[in-house]
Nanobody, 128 residues
């Protein structure tokens, strides 16, 4: 069964850090682009960070320099290190896979419409 399971969400104060993890099963990262997305109540799901199978990374402007996406290909785990968290980072965070990871996707941030495998989400709440 193809599955993505997120973990690591929680409640932190402004300026704090969290590390999200996303464990994949039923497929490997070799032929997939991977991404983190987030959605707040009343807002569309937005791409936060993406990593392609050649290692190319993309970030949305609001998190660049604060968030880092990475993956462990031996364990099929995707990570999102989030530092200097702000209240506007509060959202449900989802990981997703896009397959195949074609060349047209390499240099841009993944959009929610690209994804064909989704996790169930993990909540991140940042309070001031």
């Amino acid at each position: 069964e193809v599955q993505l399971v997120e973990s690591g969400g929680g409640s932190v104060q402004v300026g704090g850090s969290l590390r999200l993890s996303c464990a994949a099963s039923g497929f490997t990262f070799d032929n997939y682009c991977m991404g983190w997305f987030r959605q707040s109540p009343g807002k569309d799901r937005e791409g936060v960070a993406s990593i392609k199978n050649d290692g190319t990374k993309s970030y949305t402007d609001s998190v660049r320099g604060r968030f880092t996406i990475s993956q462990d290909n031996t364990k099929n785990i995707l990570f999102l290190q989030m530092n200097s968290l702000k209240p506007e980072d509060t959202a449900m965070y989802y990981c997703a896979a896009v397959g195949p990871c074609v060349s047209a996707l390499v240099f841009r941030l993944l959009a929610a419409s690209d994804a064909n495998i989704w996790g169930q989400g993990t909540q991140v709440t940042v309070s001031s």
